[in-house]
Antibody
């Protein structure tokens, strides 16, 4: 059974920093792209960042570029999101998700496993 | 950025009803009959989203066959053939054609 367990959320003041972690088990972590997706209270889903299997490529939502950094440690089966210069509008539940990818005649890309989420509240 | 628009934003239905949700992309998100970059997720209150359908019409393992997806180009549909009590939830479409990955605003399926 795949398990993704996030931690590190909490209350932080605007301008502050927080580091989220996601511990993965039950999947071949080193072969997966991984993602962070967030959901503001009462709102829809918003993709935040992706990281390639070996960590050599990263992609970000424009509004977090330069402030957030996604990373992964394949030896520890862990995914991270370093969040700096936090804003009130970053308040959300942050989900860790595995991003299944197959490229070829039939290309498939989708979020196939999700963690339970960790709440980040940015408020003074 | 590709905008994903779902309709309706909410609906009320009864157990046993047939339900159809539409998702429209602001540009084509398919490049051929076998390359369709549209996925569907189900989310229940306080829970993480769950993958239902990928590449527009392929049912994820373990998902009941009453769920089906279709579409191409810019227009896609999710159909629940016979609504069950456990299907009351919010449904999201998502495009994986290009970055940033984007989701529709969601369709909340409520009990009539």
């Amino acid at each position: 059974e795949v398990q993704l367990v996030e931690s590190g959320g909490g209350l932080v003041q605007p301008g502050g920093s927080l580091r989220l972690s996601c511990a993965a088990s039950g999947l071949s972590f080193s072969t997966y792209w991984m993602s962070w997706v967030r959901q503001a209270p009462g709102k829809g889903l918003e993709w935040v960042a992706n990281i390639k299997q070996d960590g050599t490529e990263t992609y970000y939502l424009d509004s977090v570029k330069g402030r957030f950094t996604i990373s992964k440690d394949n030896a520890q089966n862990s995914l991270y999101l370093q969040m700096n210069s936090l804003r009130v509008e970053d308040t959300a539940v942050y989900y860790c998700a595995s991003y299944f990818t197959i490229f070829g005649v039939v290309t498939k890309e989708y979020f196939d496993n999700w963690g339970q989420g960790t709440l980040v509240t940015v408020s003074s | 950025d590709i905008q994903m628009t779902q309709s309706p934003s909410s609906l009320a239905a009864s157990v046993g009803d047939r339900v159809t949700i539409t998702c429209r992309a602001s540009q084509s998100i398919s490049t051929s009959s076998v390359r369709k970059y549209l996925n569907w997720y189900q989310q229940k209150p306080g829970k993480a989203p769950k993958l239902l359908i990928y590449t527009a019409s392929t049912l994820q393992s373990g998902v009941p066959s009453r769920f089906s997806g279709s579409g191409s180009g810019t227009e896609y549909t999710l159909t629940i053939s016979t609504l069950q009590p456990e299907d009351f939830a919010t449904y999201y479409c998502q495009q994986s054609y290009s970055l940033p990955l984007t989701f529709g605003g969601g369709t909340k399926v409520e009990i009539k």
